[in-house]
């Protein structure tokens, strides 16, 4: 299970890398000339009918639009999820590729898969393998009798409650940082729950500890 995670976290560091490029890139690419039709690698709007809005479970939604059959998605409820086939919308584009629509109001939505948010796949999906790799070291090293565990178990037993909670933590921010596109949101959860796994490890590893101590003094009694 190691291999089958390092494996995996390769895979992802590799999407992850092609994500941050790509966002780089976009930030960096002019404004296409004005009145003219987004090509190459300049950004800039045109006017396109949607063709399909399918609204899914939890308010992801699909809106498909005409010309090229192209399909931006979002995860949650928005402005989006409210339009309809034959809706007429300004659309964002860059290297021929739609990235975003333009609600009334001027706000811009990005799909979930545009470029402009590669930048927090980049983080979120690298922090995955890391931290399931720690949850496996404290998971296997909790089942194992490792040599570390039996001549220092008090480092063994810090080190397994510091790598699975750490594990944890990564995994929540991972998870929160993609999921609300949002960096601080996603540190201050897992830094939240590195803190809630290693207070309550710890708070069973010392009640585990004291449990036969307690159970030779009552019977001596």
Known sequence: MFAAAIVLGSFEMIAADRNAAQATAFAAAPSCAPGTTPVGN???????????VVVGKGGSTDVRLGAGGQTLSYLHYSWASGLTA???????????????????????LYSEDS????????????LFP????????????????????VRRPRL?????VLGGSAGA??????????DARSYATGITRGVFVFAFAAVGATTLAAFARRGPRWRRGASAR
Do not use: H, K
């Open 42 to 52: 300049c950004i800039g709007w045109e006017q396109e009918t949607v063709s399909s």
């Open 156 to 160: 063994w037993l810090a080190l397994s």
């Open 169 to 178: 933590g990564m995994c929540t921010a991972g998870a929160t940082i993609q």
């Open 86 to 108: 034959g809706a007429s919308v300004r659309v964002l584009v860059w290297r021929n590729q739609a990235q975003a629509l333009r609600q009334p109001d001027g706000e811009i």
């Open 130 to 149: 890391f931290g399931l790799v720690a949850i496996l070291y404290a998971l296997f090293g909790t089942l194992d009798i490792s040599p570390l565990r």
């Open 115 to 126: 470029a402009p948010l590669g930048r927090y796949d980049d983080i979120g999906i690298a």
